[in-house]
């Protein structure tokens, strides 16, 4: 597991954009989908939208289709997860993870292997 770390949030307006960065200090980042994932205290966590190592883009969620896409640049390790059109509802923190192979699972880490997340509040 890479252990990814998670940066970028913050608060924004609803209708307003971030970006959110998830870095690898080590090297194999390239060689694993990364998933992106959000929860909402007293909630499950909930699947966002993954990109596989050809970029490939796989959505778990229905709701930010349209809104969010993710990208990734394998010279600076880092995945990254554009967030547009913002609605309160999106509210939550964010953290992204490796899967397990090159293309999107939605392999979901065991407890210890997870960030601290990065948290995004879209309030007025």
């Known amino acids: 597991q890479l252990r990814p770390v998670e940066s970028g949030g913050g608060l924004v307006q609803p209708g307003g954009s971030l970006r959110l960065s998830c870095a690898s200090s080590g090297f194999g980042m390239e060689l694993y989908a990364i998933n992106w994932f959000r929860q909402v205290p007293g909630k499950e966590r909930e699947g966002v939208l993954c990109i596989s190592t050809g970029s490939d883009t796989t959505y778990y969620s229905d709701s930010v289709k349209g809104r969010f896409t993710i990208s990734r640049d394998s010279a600076k390790n880092t995945v990254y997860l554009q967030m547009n059109n913002l609605r309160p509802e999106d509210t939550a923190v964010y953290y992204c993870?490796?899967?397990?192979?090159?293309?999107?699972?939605?392999?979901?880490?065991?407890?210890?292997?997870w960030g601290q997340g990065t948290r995004v509040t879209v309030s007025s």
């Open positions: 993870t490796d899967d397990i192979s090159k293309d999107c699972s939605g392999y979901i880490p065991p407890v210890g292997f």
